[in-house]
């Protein structure tokens, strides 16, 4: 994997941060973990997107965010279960990682930078 998809994994990740941040943040410090979780994840999907496709870094980053933030919410939050949600988020994963692998496939092949 090279750098750029760390770049959009973490970028994900802390996407998962600054939705949280926006719902349940009640304080001036969680305020401010927010805003600098906003800047961190767009910094980081800007990097990726110099290297890879912006639709597909849009597309991952944004897969992996609501299904973090879905998957969060249930965990932490006290968000109820359901199966239809897991497996919707399943689906919604299966996606991201497919279209990560057609993406790795097309660079190998000499269409990417």
Known sequence: MNR?????FVGGLIEVVWVSG???ADSILAWIVTVLAVV???YLIMKAANRLPVGTVYAVFTG???GGTVVGEMLLFGEPFQ???TLLIT???AGVVGLK???DRDFQEGSGA
């Open 4 to 8: 750029s998809w760390i770049y959009v």
């Open 40 to 42: 961190a994840s767009f």
């Open 22 to 24: 926006l719902k349940h």
């Open 83 to 85: 199966w239809s949600k």
């Open 64 to 66: 992996l965010g609501t």
């Open 101 to 103: 692998l057609v993406t």
């Open 91 to 93: 689906l919604l994963l």
